[in-house]
């Protein structure tokens, strides 16, 4: 029986890529330099960045975000807490990077593909979903389906199977 699996994932070689890409623009940035501007990964799923003042903290995450897009990393997939003050006179702001589908999330994206009325069975297997069918277009009308859902995460479809 055709089947694929619904997940998300972050390349983490890509955001590597994109956070040492960020480093170097902010070494080099004019506006930034002698501010404590910087970036920090602990190449797992954390992201801080930090600085002098609050809006200099906006500024580098936007440098990281525009070289995250660049490689090609969802928007989505780095949820950014507030900045906040860091002790001296430094602030800081965490983002963390989102792995998987949570058990909500794929409660939502199976309800929506049975509210679809596409002839497919998902079912929710740790942090993806499976979907199966006998027909291959059912499945590739379900992942178009999913493609124009807005679940608050990025979703990629693999292991596809005939």
Not at 14 to 27: F, L, T, W, Y
Not at 100 to 114: F, P, Q, T
Request: net charge positive; charged share 30%; with cysteine.
């Amino acid at each position: 029986m055709p089947s694929f699996d619904i997940v998300s994932e972050v390349d983490l070689q890509e955001v590597d890529n994109a956070v040492n890409q960020a480093k170097k623009e902010v070494e080099n940035r004019y506006d930034l330099r002698g501010t404590g501007s910087g970036i920090e990964w602990d190449k797992k799923s954390a992201i801080t960045l930090t600085s002098n003042d609050e809006k200099r903290v906006d500024i580098v995450r936007d440098i990281l975000q525009s070289k995250l897009h660049k490689r090609g990393v969802e928007m989505s997939s780095v949820k950014w807490e507030r900045a906040e003050p860091a002790g001296g006179l430094l602030w800081k702001q965490k983002g963390a990077l989102k792995q998987g589908i949570d058990k909500e999330a794929a409660k939502a994206i199976v309800k929506s593909i049975k509210d679809s009325k596409l002839k497919v069975q998902p079912q929710i297997m740790d942090e993806q979903v499976r979907v199966t069918s006998k027909s291959i277009d059912d499945l590739q009308a379900t992942m178009a389906h999913c493609r124009s859902g807005k679940f608050g995460l990025p979703l990629q479809f693999i292991n596809m199977r005939s």
